[in-house]
């Protein structure tokens, strides 16, 4: 009892110059902050083996957490996001100086655009496998309801796309959301005009699926998501809450229209400095580059006024906007994506929660694919439940729940 009295008298010792060979230390690394979403990691389990001179502490600054039998629990839910030392003491003095990264979460959102009606197999294949190689991984299929209107399809294959889009959700927690190229049997079946023109890649587009979002009215577009709701309720799924729009053609009306049909978050805004490939092809990279003029690399989360789709107010329009900051992988490289995730998380704790928005379109070939999976090699390096960082798989509507900073 007098040397517990003495050692607590004492305060917290001198880190060692070097940690004793003698003793092996054991707890994690990282530690994530709590938020809406992500359950605060504060209390971190402690071991440690070796020739233990008595009472074992674990001191961080002035308050010490004591060992029993060499093992115990420290309790850093208190501790903001920084570098927080451990200093390892025993009767004999202080034997070791290890150090826990207290962070936020880094939100990694992986995407696919159904932009067809019949996805490949080859590619559902793939998706299955790509849970497989990462099991950590979680995705948001923005589903085309035109699967379900496209007269071309057979019964058959309508239902074999639907099963597996049930599989991806039940078996590995992907989120099924929408996306929309207005494909005049989808908009027809609202009871809506079809338009065909402007096209983003120019001229006319007869079937309508180029014609961006903001070609109909506020209340048409509303008819349009409702009837896909409807859609997704007759095929077993619970109506979208989650979308990005195609060609990422959303404006406030857009946005108004989403909003009043139950969706809450949408990733329309888009980083279009990263697809400087289609300047000159019809009007999708100007349009972008004029619409989301203030998106780039590290734009974050954030809740569009009815005035602005790029930014927060006082007025907001009532969904969530989750930037596509590192876009779709038949628009940028690797490198690329891999770039837009460093830039965010270079490599320290973070203060605050950030996300990377990173995705694919359905018809994804062997080159993007490849893309995809290096990029993804990546950001499984800096995995949470690795203990290798603040990475976090996470789903679109997910992030509506986490405390994004104003």
């Given at each position: 009892?007098?040397?517990?009295?003495?050692?607590?008298?004492?305060?917290?010792?001198?880190?060692?110059?070097?940690?004793?060979?003698?003793?092996?230390?054991?707890?994690?690394?990282?530690?994530?902050?709590?938020?809406?979403?992500?359950?605060?990691?504060?209390?971190?389990?402690?071991?440690?083996?070796?020739?233990?001179?008595?009472?074992?502490?674990?001191?961080?600054?002035?308050?010490?957490?004591?060992?029993?039998?060499?093992?115990?629990?420290?309790?850093?839910?208190?501790?903001?996001?920084?570098?927080?030392?451990?200093?390892?003491?025993?009767?004999?003095?202080?034997?070791?100086?290890?150090?826990?990264?207290?962070?936020a979460?880094?939100?990694?959102?992986?995407?696919?655009?159904?932009?067809?009606?019949d996805?490949?197999?080859?590619?559902?294949?793939?998706?299955?496998?790509?849970h497989?190689?990462?099991?950590?991984?979680?995705?948001?299929?923005?589903?085309?309801?035109?699967?379900?209107?496209?007269?071309?399809?057979?019964?058959?294959?309508?239902?074999?796309?639907?099963?597996?889009?049930?599989?991806?959700?039940?078996?590995?927690d992907?989120?099924?959301?929408?996306?929309?190229?207005?494909?005049?049997?989808?908009?027809?079946?609202?009871?809506?005009?079809?338009?065909?023109?402007?096209?983003?890649?120019?001229?006319?587009?007869?079937?309508?699926?180029?014609?961006?979002?903001?070609a109909?009215?506020?209340?048409?577009?509303?008819?349009?998501?409702?009837?896909?709701?409807?859609?997704?309720?007759?095929?077993?799924?619970?109506?979208?809450?989650?979308?990005?729009?195609?060609?990422?053609?959303?404006?406030?009306?857009?946005?108004?229209?989403?909003?009043?049909?139950?969706?809450?978050?949408?990733?329309?805004?888009?980083?279009?400095?990263?697809?400087?490939?289609?300047?000159?092809?019809?009007?999708?990279?100007?349009?972008?580059?004029?619409?989301?003029?203030?998106?780039?690399d590290?734009?974050?989360?954030?809740w569009?006024?009815?005035g602005?789709?790029?930014?927060?107010?006082?007025?907001?329009?009532?969904?969530?906007?989750?930037?596509?900051?590192?876009?779709?992988?038949?628009?940028?490289?690797?490198?690329e994506?891999?770039?837009?995730?460093?830039?965010?998380?270079?490599?320290?704790?973070l203060?605050?929660?950030?996300?990377?928005?990173?995705?694919?379109?359905?018809?994804?070939?062997?080159?993007?694919?490849?893309?995809?999976?290096?990029?993804?090699?990546?950001?499984?390096?800096?995995?949470?439940?690795?203990?290798?960082?603040?990475?976090?798989?996470a789903?679109?509507?997910?992030?509506?729940d986490?405390?994004?900073?104003?």
């Open positions: 009892m007098f040397l517990l009295a003495l050692f607590a008298c004492t305060g917290a010792p001198d880190a060692p110059a070097a940690n004793d060979p003698a003793y092996t230390t054991t707890h994690r690394v990282w530690s994530l902050v709590g938020d809406g979403l992500t359950e605060d990691q504060g209390l971190v389990d402690l071991s440690v083996a070796g020739p233990l001179r008595g009472h074992v502490r674990v001191w961080v600054g002035d308050a010490a957490t004591e060992l029993v039998d060499g093992v115990g629990q420290l309790d850093l839910r208190d501790q903001p996001p920084g570098l927080v030392d451990l200093i390892w003491e025993d009767g004999g003095g202080a034997f070791a100086l290890t150090t826990v990264v207290r962070s979460p880094l939100y990694v959102v992986p995407s696919v655009d159904w932009d067809s009606s996805t490949r197999d080859n590619v559902m294949d793939w998706q299955f496998a790509l497989q190689e990462h099991p950590e991984l979680r995705i948001t299929h923005l589903v085309g309801p035109y699967l379900w209107t496209d007269p071309e399809l057979t019964d058959d294959r309508k239902a074999k796309l639907t099963a597996d889009l049930a599989s991806y959700r039940d078996d590995h992907d989120e099924i959301g929408l996306h929309i190229h207005p494909y005049c049997h989808l908009v027809e079946l609202a009871g809506v005009p079809c338009a065909t023109e402007p096209s983003l890649a120019g001229g006319v587009d007869p079937t309508g699926y180029a014609v961006p979002n903001w109909y009215t506020e209340a048409q577009f509303a008819d349009i998501v409702a009837t896909s709701g409807d859609l997704f309720e007759a095929h077993g799924f619970a109506r979208p809450t989650s979308y990005r729009a195609g060609g990422w053609t959303a404006t406030t009306d857009i946005l108004r229209a989403l909003t009043s049909e139950g969706i809450v978050v949408d990733s329309s805004a888009n980083n279009w400095a990263r697809m400087e490939e289609w300047q000159g092809t019809g009007i999708l990279y100007d349009w972008n580059a004029e619409a989301w003029s203030t998106i780039g590290t734009s974050q989360p954030y569009p006024q009815q602005d789709a790029q930014a927060g107010g006082p007025d907001p329009i009532g969904l969530l906007e989750v930037p596509d900051n590192a876009i779709l992988a038949d628009y940028v490289t690797e490198d994506m891999i770039d837009v995730f460093d830039q965010n998380w270079p490599g320290g704790p203060a605050v929660p950030t996300q990377v928005s990173m995705g694919w379109h359905d018809s994804v070939n062997a080159v993007f694919r490849a893309r995809v999976s290096r990029a993804l090699d990546r950001f499984d390096g800096g995995l949470a439940a690795r203990d290798s960082g603040p990475v976090v798989y789903t679109m509507t997910e992030l509506v986490v405390d994004w900073p104003e």
